[in-house]
């Protein structure tokens, strides 16, 4: 059993901020991911990371923005924080080596993303997160940190006094493993691999936030899930909004740019919830192209500013498409792209289970609200990891060690669990049940929702979930069992879409990423309110709490 003061699990840009401030306090602090640090999903960010920097932009209308983005359901304590802690971020960033763009000058050079009233995203061409990515892990590397790869989350070992340490599965050896620790970080990313049309990696099955559910930690917003409105048509690659920021139009079949019907001043820049429902619309009345999707024309930009600006974009329509994006037109679709909802938690990441605590997609604290502004997830994942990192290190200098009997007992039953699970194959793939979960939901939950098509999702995800049960793996040689691993993403899958379909149908509303065809209108009278899912044997216990609104009032949203 492994000991340290503060645990990260997940090695994205907010386990690897939180870890690198918490070592920075003077503490043994360790990283735990699925993956190898390099290869987390915060390297296929491309846009960029908003902060104030520009002499006619200010805080304020960064703040504002976010606010107005969020369809007024973001937290707005959290925006402020966000928006204020831009700055710095960037500067921290360049420090670390970070090779940002650059203006004639010699400035950071900053595009315009969608919903943004002003070219406030610093970018690094089209490759920010990975830089970014490979920048934090250099500096962990120089001081030291601990990291255990492909080690997969079980389990978190919690008691009525909190949160003690871990469970998890090392893939290599194909054993168990506890950890024990004063804190822990959970910064386990997104799951967007719960629909079948997604940007999202394989491994963003949504883990940490399903585990922590099911010790006690509430959710919030999980309805909210944002659909990227451009991604590679019929393979779902992340088209980045970074191509519409530098000028980019979208066409239908007729060759309009439709987006005039829908958001008249901010064209294709506004936010992403709108131009996602702005596509499908055109889908659905038959305006797509034949093979499906909208065409992205970047054919105006010119070879010299695509190769500055967008090179890894040209290099995936080439490779994925057979399009070269300087002369011919890219066929484009939403897809589902990122997690407005997550782990309820406060502004220092705390998340109301003593030692536990949440930062980056797997959080919600909730900066994003209803539908994230691009360019805001970085900046999130930068800013709450950090401070996430720096309160549990706080927490790790007082709170003493959980007994390990705690943690001896989860290894335990999920010594017993693999076994039965592992005891011979029988019933059906697992990839039937996870194929059939993704296209139900890609249907019934998607971008457009209404009550009849909600109810019949609710009901197919629990019989999924019964066939799910009956399901046994082959006996074997455990190092590298991808069948186990399989097994468990498709079950916190499973976790995670009862929840979301149960948010969508409980809010009888539209706001940002939300649209129900039976309720198209926002209601700030009954739903300017965050959803609260708990779980329990039935399936979540939902309720509400009140959005905090320190500034800005709700007011009407045109783009």
């Not at 500013?305 to 994925?320: D, F, G, H, K």
């Not at 697992?430 to 009901?459: D, K, N, P």
Request: charged letters at 20%.
């Amino acid at each position: 059993m492994q000991t340290h003061d503060v645990l990260v699990v997940g090695a994205g840009l907010a386990g690897l901020r939180a870890a690198l401030e918490a070592l920075r306090a003077g503490l043994d602090v360790a990283v735990v991911s699925k993956l190898y640090p390099t290869r987390s999903h915060s390297g296929a960010a491309q846009g960029g990371i908003n902060a104030a920097l520009g002499a006619d932009d200010s805080i304020e209308r960064h703040f504002q923005d976010t606010v107005k983005g969020s369809d007024y359901l973001g937290d707005q304590e959290a925006i402020e924080i966000l928006c204020q802690e831009g700055p710095a971020t960037i500067a921290e960033l360049e420090q670390m080596g970070v090779l940002f763009s650059r203006t004639p000058e010699g400035r950071i050079a900053q595009r315009s993303l969608g919903g943004a009233g002003f070219p406030r995203t610093c970018f690094a061409a089209d490759y920010t997160g990975h830089l970014a990515l490979h920048a934090l892990y250099q500096q962990l590397l120089r001081l030291g940190v601990r990291v255990y790869p492909e080690h997969h989350l079980l389990e978190l070992a919690v008691d009525d006094r909190g949160c003690h340490g871990i469970v998890a599965w090392d893939l290599a050896s194909g054993r168990l493993k506890g950890f024990r620790a004063r804190a822990v970080v959970l910064a386990t990313g997104g799951y967007g691999r719960v629909y079948a049309k997604t940007t999202n990696a394989h491994a963003c099955t949504g883990d940490g936030v399903a585990i922590a559910y099911r010790a006690g930690a509430p959710l919030a917003d999980m309805e909210f899930v944002q659909f990227h409105p451009t991604s590679l048509c019929g393979k779902n690659i992340l088209i980045s909004e970074a191509a519409r920021g530098e000028g980019g139009y979208l066409r239908n079949r007729y060759g309009e740019r439709f987006m005039a019907r829908y958001a008249p001043q901010a064209m294709e820049l506004a936010p992403r919830d709108v131009v996602s429902r702005a596509i499908a619309r055109e889908i659905l009345e038959g305006r797509g192209l034949d093979g499906g999707g909208v065409a992205l024309d970047l054919t105006h930009l010119g070879e010299q500013q695509i190769e500055a600006r967008l090179p890894q974009v040209r290099q995936l329509a080439m490779t994925y498409a057979g399009v070269d994006i300087v002369h011919e037109l890219l066929p484009v679709e939403p897809a589902a792209h990122y997690s407005m909802g997550g782990i309820r938690c406060d502004v220092w990441g705390e998340t109301g289970i003593p030692g536990l605590l949440a930062a980056g997609e797997c959080a919600n604290v909730s900066v994003h609200g209803a539908n994230r502004l691009g360019g805001n997830s970085l900046l999130d994942a930068l800013v709450f990891g950090k401070r996430a990192g720096a309160r549990a290190a706080e927490i790790a200098r007082t709170r003493p060690l959980g007994d390990a009997p705690c943690l001896a007992g989860a290894i335990q039953r999920w010594d017993t669990e693999v076994r039965s699970l592992c005891s011979g194959a029988q019933g059906e793939p697992v990839a039937a049940v996870r194929r059939e979960l993704t296209t139900l939901m890609t249907e019934q939950v998607g971008i457009f929702r209404e009550a009849e098509g909600l109810e019949r999702a609710r009901e197919a995800i629990e019989t999924l979930a019964g066939r799910y049960r009956s399901i046994r793996l082959e006996s074997g040689p455990q190092a590298y069992n991808y069948g186990l691993i399989d097994y468990l993403e498709c079950g916190y899958l499973l976790e995670i879409a009862r929840v979301i379909a149960a948010g969508a149908l409980y809010r009888k509303e539209s706001r940002g990423a939300h649209c129900r065809l039976d309720f198209p209108e926002r209601d700030d009278e009954r739903w300017l309110v965050h959803t609260i899912a708990r779980w329990s044997p039935e399936g979540p216990v939902l309720s509400t709490v009140p959005v905090s609104i320190t500034r800005f009032p709700p007011a009407g949203r045109k783009y």
